[in-house]
Each structure stands twice: as structure tokens, then as C-alpha cells.
């Protein structure tokens, strides 16, 4: 009696594990893309954020206290989120010598921090999605520029892009082709990091599909307070008319922002198109959308603060990015420099 018991409870074992990992994965199966991107929320992206733009950063200036410990929290959430590093087990770091910052008076070592997600079907193709984490530091009054929204706003919307990715990985929908997460640094100083990044790729260059980068999409420029569900790109359509169009698509079908190219305009005086991190990879033919809210009252000041940011619209602008990187990373055909 007592074997046969112990039969029964095994066989129920058995077909209750069975139905549970059944379960478990029809549920991975039904998982959209669409659920994936609902998991980059304000809440996230504002709790990461208060802790990445807090004084304790003191500005992430390149090379100093305040960025090591910036790079030391993008590390660890990596690790914690079993995300791997391309450069091998926990060295999360792209070291950048001193001598490499020819700009800076008192230059000092500093580093990138990459983390990698590899693609099922086509791994050595490399989607590079990339935002600055440096800031401009402490003034000579010691007033602290905190960067909430430059670059901190594009620093936490990677990671949250990077947790929906992996945890498609997880129920098993991860992408076909691979997707490299670069933080640079040295972005205020004259795009150091990411020139750093296309001088000495982990990745050979001629297998980087594209670049999309985030730098500042946590605010509403003040042309656009009666319409503030927009985001500006710039460069789109300056090497990949055929990346211009997937954005496109992907927004109207799964976002609805309001798309402006103003700053895209080769006239434009800003020069945006030449400021920010993405360059170093156009000025290797390389497709790029820079991902960009516009300048604002508190653009390069100490006022530069988490309190300011629209979390809401920051998760909205994430989202796009995310959907973007998906379509990229899983459409059949690579996407090309189809305008050179």
C-alpha cells in the first residue's frame, strides 16, 4: 500500500511539473513583443534614476569618483540581471587610458561599460544601442550637475531596454541577431568614449548593423509644451533609408509619438547630428538614429535634477527604441547603408 502511495505521488509529480512547464511555456510562446516593451515602466526608469543622478555621482565627470561609481552601478545591474559582458565573465569594462583624453588638463584612467545579449540565428550580427553616462561634474563653487536628463534619461532607459531583452531571452523569444549595450563615457569631453568604442571594437565593425543612440529623452523642449508626446531624430535617413522607413513603421504600429526632424535638417545650427555618440559610428558608414528630446532651461546646469524628468513620457520614448532595436534585431534581411 505504502509503494503504491508513493507511485501515486510520483506520477502526480511528474504530470504536475509537466503541466506547469507546459503552462510555462505556452505563456513564452503568447508573449508579444508589445509585452516585453510594457516592462520598461516610469517606475523603474525613476527609481533608477534617482539613484543615478543623486549627488553621491557628484556629475560623473570622466575619470573622477563620481563616474567610477555610476560605472560600478551599471556593472552590478548587469550582473544582477544576468545579462554577460563580451569582454568576459564579470569585466564589464572597455578600459580607456588617461593618455587617450588629450583634452582634459588632468586626465585619468576611465572606462565603458558594455554588456551583451547574443542572437540566436545571426550572432555575429551586432545591433549597438549606446548612451553617454559621463556628466560634467562639480563647479568651482561645488555646485553638483547631476545630468538627470543628459545623459542620465538615456543611461536607465538602456537598461531597462536591456531587462525586456533578456527576459525575452528567458521565456525563450530572445532576438536572432545580438545586441551590444554601450555606456560611453567621456561623451562631454568630445565624444571620447564612443570614438574610443569604433577605434577598438569588440566587435568588428563591418558586423554592426546599426547604432541607436539615446542622449536626453527625459524632458519636453519648451517649443513643445502644447504637444509633448513627440521625440527629435536625427540621422535616420542620413546612411539607411531602409532604417528610416523600419522607424517609421515600428512607431506608427506600436507607439504613436509624434516623429520631428527638425534637428535632422543639414542646416540646422545646432549641429546636433555632430554632438552626440552616434557620429563616431556614421563616420564609419555605419546606420544610426540619435534619439533626442531637444535642449531645455536646465540643459547643462546643477537644476538638472531626477524631480524634473516625465517619467512617463521617458518609458514611452524607451519603448520606441526598444521596438525599434526588436525589428532590427529580427526582421529577415539586415538593414544596410543603402544611401552611400
Keep these: 500500500m505504502k509503494y503504491l502511495l508513493v507511485s501515486l505521488l510520483t506520477v ?41 543622478a543623486d549627488d553621491a555621482m557628484k556629475g560623473r565627470m570622466t575619470g573622477q569618483k563620481g563616474q567610477k561609481l555610476a ?40 572606462e565603458n561599460v558594455v554588456a551583451f545579449i547574443k542572437g540566436s540565428e545571426k550572432p555575429d550580427e551586432i545591433i549597438v544601442l549606446s548612451a553617454h553616462y559621463d556628466h560634467v561634474g562639480v563647479d568651482e563653487d561645488g555646485n553638483i550637475y547631476n545630468g ?34 554601450l555606456h560611453v563615457t567621456g561623451e562631454e569631453i568630445g565624444l571620447y568614449g564612443s570614438r574610443y568604442y569604433t577605434e577598438n571594437p569588440i566587435f568588428p565593425l563591418k ?21 509633448p508626446n513627440y521625440i527629435y531624430l536625427i540621422g535616420s535617413d542620413k546612411l539607411s533609408q531602409e532604417l528610416h522607413d523600419l522607424s517609421e513603421e515600428v512607431n506608427e504600429k506600436y507607439i504613436n509619438l509624434e516623429l520631428d526632424y527638425k534637428y535632422n535638417d543639414e542646416n540646422d545650427p545646432n549641429r546636433f547630428y555632430y554632438r552626440s555618440d552616434h557620429y563616431n559610428f556614421a563616420k564609419n558608414n555605419i546606420p544610426v538614429i540619435f534619439y533626442f528630446n531637444g535642449t531645455h532651461e536646465d540643459y547643462h546646469k546643477p537644476t538638472d535634477t531626477a524631480d524634473k524628468i516625465e517619467y512617463e513620457l521617458l518609458a514611452k520614448r524607451a519603448q520606441l527604441i526598444f521596438q525599434t532595436a526588436w525589428e532590427v534585431a529580427n526582421r529577415e534581411g539586415r538593414i544596410t547603408a543603402d544611401k552611400l
Design 12 to 52: 502526480l509529480a511528474v504530470s504536475c511539473n509537466s503541466a506547469q512547464n507546459s503552462a510555462s511555456k505556452t505563456i513564452s510562446e503568447n508573449l508579444s513583443r508589445t509585452d516585453y516593451a510594457k516592462t520598461i515602466t516610469a517606475e523603474e526608469l525613476k527609481t533608477h534614476l534617482y539613484i543615478f
Design 71 to 110: 560605472a560600478e552601478y551599471l556593472r552590478n545591474f548587469y550582473m544582477d540581471e544576468g545579462i554577460p559582458s563580451p569582454i568576459e565573465e564579470k569585466n564589464y569594462y572597455q578600459n580607456i587610458p588617461a593618455s587617450y583624453f588629450e583634452r582634459m588638463s588632468d586626465p585619468k584612467d576611465s
Design 148 to 181: 538627470a536628463d543628459d545623459d542620465g534619461s538615456g543611461t536607465v532607459a538602456l537598461l531597462e531596454i536591456a531587462e525586456a531583452f533578456q527576459q525575452a531571452v528567458k521565456d525563450g523569444n530572445g532576438p536572432k541577431r545580438s545586441i551590444l549595450f
Design 207 to 227: 558586423n554592426t548593423v546599426c547604432n541607436l543612440n539615446t542622449d536626453m529623452i527625459g524632458r519636453v523642449d519648451p517649443d513643445k509644451t502644447d504637444n
